[in-house]
């Protein structure tokens, strides 16, 4: 049974929100907004609080949906920290001024592309992981349709793959607006559009959360999941009968961040918890909770599975540009207009 399942059947899950036991000695308490798969989320709660007696209650939604949630709150803030999920929604919040300026003295430990996020938002996020964008596909599925394996972008819009793939929804899921924006980096925006429109005759299905297409394509509801790379590893080494495929054009990743949202109501300890987050010891409990993304601490021991960056074809991702309030939402105005509802 998997840690969620147990925890539901002990009555700790309730209404979307955990809140886990108390700690011996409480010192307070957190609420912790978290944007990674929930098997991740929670030993990594369950960690802070036996290191530090804080006691912390818990939600998980996927990063679009939390981005909503903090936006809709800033005149009575509930949350303390955002924890994970993709880093443009993060810069953004950092730009609404959503989130607190904050220079963790863990930030000199830290690879040079979190702490460069850290600087382009004046220190009101950071990045805690990195993983490359891609997709995987249900090779038992493709050799009984006799479809030729795909090895890049341009192979998914063909006709042979029509109703079979899926795809997160950008306005939740910011797996999904990743790869808008480097669609539109790999090809230039109108070219990217037509092939987003090509797609979509394509797509079988929009899902809330980015994950949600890998464990589908592992399943075999879908030929071919979208997702980040490291997501599709997790059902591989599960023995999901899937390939996975870094796209030949080049691909996008994601610096999956952490902030502090404005106005929390236990600063100190969220302070606190952004330290401890940052350190190898609580890094190292993805490769635990079989989470694969490379950790942000130079220290942190990087799981043998994890895809490595220098075997991806990598495209110079503009952070400060798509992580703007005003490129987001013109971009995924325009997927709407023009793809989604305009193809129908």
């Avoid at 709660?45 to 949906?65: C, I, L, N, P, Y």
């Avoid at 502090?260 to 606190?272: E, F, P, T």
């Amino acid at each position: 049974m998997s840690l969620a399942r147990r925890l539901l059947a002990t009555g700790l899950l309730l209404g979307g929100t955990a809140f886990l036991p108390a700690a011996a000695n409480a010192q307070g308490n957190l609420v912790v907004y978290c944007s990674v798969q929930e098997e991740w989320c929670r030993p990594m709660m369950q960690a802070f609080e036996r290191a530090t007696g804080v006691r912390v209650a818990m939600t998980r939604r996927s990063s679009g949906e939390t981005m909503t949630q903090i936006r809709a709150e800033a005149t009575n803030p509930r949350g303390d920290v955002w924890w994970g999920g993709t880093g443009d929604p993060h810069m953004q919040a950092a730009e609404e001024n959503l989130t607190l300026e904050y220079r963790s003295p863990r930030l000199s430990e830290l690879h040079d592309w979190a702490t460069r996020q850290a600087e382009q938002t004046q220190f009101r996020t950071v990045g805690i992981y990195a993983g490359a964008l891609g997709y995987s596909y249900n090779v038992t599925e493709l050799n009984r349709r006799r479809i030729a394996a795909p090895r890049c972008w341009a192979d998914l819009a063909k006709p042979e793959f029509r109703g079979e793939i899926q795809v997160a929804d950008p306005n939740t899921s910011g797996t999904a607006y990743t790869m808008l924006a480097t669609l539109l980096q790999v090809m230039g925006e109108e070219p990217a559009f037509a092939y987003l429109r090509a797609l979509h005759r394509n797509v079988n299905q929009y899902t809330r959360s980015g994950a949600a297409p890998a464990r589908a394509a592992a399943t075999g509801e879908t030929l071919v999941g979208i997702t980040f790379l490291h997501d599709a590893v997790t059902q591989k080494i599960a023995g999901a009968p899937v390939e996975i495929v870094a796209p030949c054009e080049g691909t996008g990743y994601e610096i999956g961040s952490m902030s502090i949202i404005r106005g929390a109501r236990n600063l100190d300890n969220a302070r606190r918890f952004y330290d401890w987050a940052l350190s190898p010891e609580a890094q190292n409990i993805a490769g635990q909770a079989n989470s694969y993304q490379l950790p942000s601490n130079r220290n942190s021991a990087i799981p043998p599975q994890a895809p490595r960056f220098e075997n991806i074809r990598l495209i110079d991702y503009d952070f400060a540009r798509w992580g703007s309030a005003a490129e987001r939402t013109r971009v995924i105005t325009r997927w709407e207009r023009e793809v989604r509802a305009g193809s129908r």
